[in-house]
């Protein structure tokens, strides 16, 4: 099988770091390099985590984990940031008590940078947090666009609600374009082909009691233990949803890398608000860039390949 290179960059919240783990799984997929920024995260905790994920479920692939050193313009909620330090305390990473996989030398968007020049075919990116490494290795080696095959973002959405609850804010934005909005403009200013997995579609996947229990009843499988334990700290959707109800946004994103069939996608010209009260929105415009929105996933066949990834450890 021809094995896609993908560079990933993360921002260490629970379903970002599945996604690590369910790409470490998937047979058509080589990761060239991982890097994490500390958005919906703290730095430490969502790299010790990475390491130790690549190291138990790597098969004993070769890479090193970049730190960020980037900042955003409108920070994370405290609690959200809390998560990394869970994972990284779950006992099936702290088994050897040792760790292997290094931190990288250089930050994360020079580690970037290297690791598409290094790479003889074009590199597809990953991207599960915001856009702001991104942003700043383009500024730094505008070289690698054409390198670039293409990028796929948890990111945005063209409906009215987005899932940004602050305040001088109008709530049309998505968390990821909220952090750094105006790094998502540079990277609409780009003709990098963009992948969108929106709001649309990510909403279509809330965690529900029932997958819970699916994952609770085949916990004999470490992966999939592994998939339970991670979502045990996360709250799920049950009557109504609250502002920190968990959906599997970067898992969605993830699973769109290893089975393109999962969903359904058009195309929509847009641009990126960079500042003021809807900063971050994604908005439809004629004379926009075009992106291409998931907007519909089958859901059933989407907890199926991931489950069937996790069982795989
Ligand atoms: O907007 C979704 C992005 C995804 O990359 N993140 C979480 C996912 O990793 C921010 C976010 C929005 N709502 C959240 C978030 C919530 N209720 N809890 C934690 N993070
Ligand atoms: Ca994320």
């Known amino acids: 099988m021809t094995k896609k290179p993908i560079y990933f960059n993360h921002d260490g919240g629970v379903d970002d ?14 990761l060239t390099g991982v890097s994490v920024i500390p958005a919906d995260c703290y730095l430490e905790p969502a790299v010790y985590a990475s ?11 070769k890479l090193d984990v970049a730190e960020s050193n980037s900042r955003g313009k409108n920070p994370f909620p405290k609690d959200w940031r809390m998560h990394a330090f869970l994972v990284d305390a779950l006992p099936i990473l702290n088994e050897s008590g040792k760790i292997d996989t290094p931190v990288a030398e250089k930050p994360a968007h020079l580690h970037m940078i290297d690791a598409i020049r290094n790479t003889s075919e074009k590199t597809t990116l990953l991207f599960t947090g915001p856009l702001t490494d991104l942003a700043r290795a383009l500024d730094e080696a505008p070289d690698i666009e054409e390198k ?3 990028l796929v973002w948890m990111g945005g959405t063209f409906r009215e609600d987005g899932n940004v609850h602050e305040p001088e804010h109008d709530g049309t934005a998505e968390w990821n374009a909220f952090w750094d909005p105006e790094a998502a403009a540079r990277v609409w200013e780009t003709s990098i082909e963009i992948d969108l997995v929106a709001l649309e579609s990510t909403n279509q996947v809330p965690l529900t009691l029932d997958v819970r229990e699916r994952w609770a ?26 502002n920190s109800t968990y959906y599997l946004w970067d898992v969605l994103t993830t699973a769109f890398i290893g089975n393109t069939t999962l969903v359904d996608v058009k195309t929509v010209n847009s641009i990126v608000i960079p500042d003021g009260p809807s900063q971050g929105r994604t908005v439809e415009t004629p004379d926009g860039r075009p992106v291409n ?5 089958d859901r059933d066949a989407f907890f199926d390949y991931i489950t069937e990834l996790a069982k795989q450890v």
């Not at 979502?231 to 009557?239: D, G, N």
């Not at 929105?293 to 996933?297: A, F, G, L, R, S």
């Open 17 to 30: 770091l599945i996604s690590l783990f369910l790409l470490l799984r998937m047979d058509n997929v080589e």
């Open 51 to 61: 390491r130790k994920i690549i190291d138990r479920f790597g098969n004993g692939v």
């Open 148 to 150: 670039i095959e293409r």
């Open 217 to 242: 009843k085949e916990r004999n499988y470490i992966g999939v233990d592994f998939l339970g334990q991670c979502y045990a700290m996360v709250p799920p959707l049950v009557h109504f949803k609250t």
């Open 293 to 297: 929105v998931v907007y519909d996933v």
